[in-house]
């Protein structure tokens, strides 16, 4: 289409930097097309929509020299909940890839994600406002509660296990349907020891770990029942979860290998996507 030759105070204006071929606006479509699809697609998607080729060794480089904007929190945080996901790491030609894992915290107010930096996520949580109590929800993964522990302070913190991960773990038992659907309604209730006391003559390993993991967080199982009538608080860990699998729909697309320098930008690019911190909202008027 040409050359357009602009001025020092237009490009200030415009916030065109020197040496660019890409000004912001198209940039800021470049880095919302690739954080849902890989950058050969975006190329494609963004010539058809635009008309404009941006090859996707540009979006690459423009992706990673990009510092993305964490979550801004207008209100304390009231709910929390961690979680990991799965990445699969470039490894040195001949040998086979690896999955590695990542961690992610969603809160009532956006998400963040980074791989194997835990104290980032930690950092940003007890930056933010945090309300008294603030609400910790987790699976039984040790990883997960190693991260709640630092989170604010023991008496601020109101940790419960995720409800469906708990049913989950209980019907893994097996045995006496009778016993499993008692044990439930128990748990459901925040009834620990009743509910330990039915696998008492159960001689399955299954049970014996079962009744394990219940001493380990008896003081996460809360009164699930009454939680959920009232309306209190979550019983589940659903939206870390499913930050999950909004961050996996790019960082595990086909055929996606990482090299492992890269994976906390592609996950710092997936967040502030989802976050809705790329380029500015379209006036509405």
Same mark, same amino acid.
């Given at each position: 289409?040409?050359?357009?030759?602009?001025?020092?105070?237009?490009?200030?204006?415009?916030?065109?930097?020197?040496?660019?071929?890409?000004?912001?606006?198209?940039?800021?479509?470049?880095?919302?097309?690739?954080?849902?699809?890989?950058?050969?697609?975006?190329?494609?998607?963004?010539?058809?929509?635009?008309?404009?080729?941006?090859?996707?060794?540009?979006?690459?480089?423009?992706?990673?020299?990009?510092?993305?904007?964490?979550?801004?929190?207008?209100?304390?945080?009231?709910?929390?909940?961690?979680?990991?996901?799965?990445?699969?790491?470039?490894?040195?030609?001949?040998?086979?890839?690896?999955?590695?894992?990542?961690?992610?915290?969603?809160?009532? #107010?956006?998400?963040?994600?980074?791989?194997?930096?835990?104290? *980032?996520?930690?950092?940003?949580?007890?930056? !933010?406002? =945090? +309300? &008294?109590?603030?609400?910790?929800?987790?699976?039984?993964?040790?990883?997960?509660?190693?991260?709640?522990?630092?989170?604010?302070?023991?008496?601020?913190?109101?940790?419960?296990?995720?409800?469906?991960?708990?049913?989950?773990?209980?019907?893994?038992?097996?045995?006496?349907?009778?016993?499993?659907?008692?044990?439930?309604?128990?748990?459901?209730?925040?009834?620990?020891?009743?509910?330990?006391?039915?696998?008492?003559?159960?001689?399955?390993?299954?049970?014996?770990?079962?009744?394990?993991?219940?001493?380990?967080?008896?003081?996460?199982?809360?009164?699930?029942?009454?939680?959920?009538?009232?309306?209190?608080?979550?019983?589940?860990?659903?939206?870390?979860?499913?930050?999950?699998? #909004?961050?996996?729909?790019?960082?595990?697309?086909?055929?996606? *290998?990482?090299?492992?320098?890269?994976?906390? !930008?592609? =996950? +710092? &690019?997936?967040?502030?996507?989802?976050?809705?911190?790329?380029?500015?909202?379209?006036?509405?008027?």
């Amino acid at each position: 289409m040409g050359e357009l030759e602009i001025t020092t105070k237009q490009a200030e204006k415009l916030e065109v930097l020197a040496h660019r071929q890409v000004s912001p606006h198209l940039e800021n479509c470049c880095l919302r097309l690739s954080a849902t699809v890989s950058y050969e697609q975006a190329e494609r998607d963004l010539a058809y929509l635009t008309g404009i080729r941006v090859p996707a060794k540009t979006q690459q480089r423009i992706v990673h020299r990009q510092t993305f904007e964490l979550p801004e929190v207008e209100q304390a945080i009231e709910e929390l909940s961690v979680d990991g996901g799965k990445v699969r790491v470039r490894t040195p030609l001949g040998e086979a890839c690896e999955w590695k894992d990542y961690k992610a915290i969603a809160t009532d #107010q956006g998400m963040i994600a980074n791989f194997q930096n835990n104290p *980032q996520l930690i950092d940003w949580v007890n930056q !933010q406002s =945090l +309300a &008294h109590p603030v609400v910790c929800l987790g699976d039984g993964h040790d990883g997960i509660w190693n991260i709640i522990s630092q989170i604010a302070t023991a008496p601020q913190r109101l940790e419960i296990l995720d409800w469906y991960h708990l049913v989950e773990n209980l019907h893994k038992v097996g045995g006496s349907i009778k016993r499993l659907n008692q044990a439930q309604t128990l748990l459901w209730q925040g009834q620990v020891d009743s509910a330990i006391a039915l696998f008492k003559d159960c001689r399955r390993k299954q049970a014996k770990n079962f009744c394990e993991y219940l001493l380990k967080h008896r003081h996460r199982i809360v009164n699930y029942e009454y939680f959920a009538a009232e309306g209190l608080y979550s019983i589940g860990s659903g939206a870390v979860e499913s930050a999950i699998k #909004q961050i996996g729909r790019r960082v595990q697309i086909s055929g996606a *290998q990482w090299n492992r320098e890269n994976v906390p !930008q592609v =996950l +710092a &690019h997936r967040c502030a996507y989802l976050n809705g911190l790329i380029g500015s909202p379209l006036p509405t008027d």
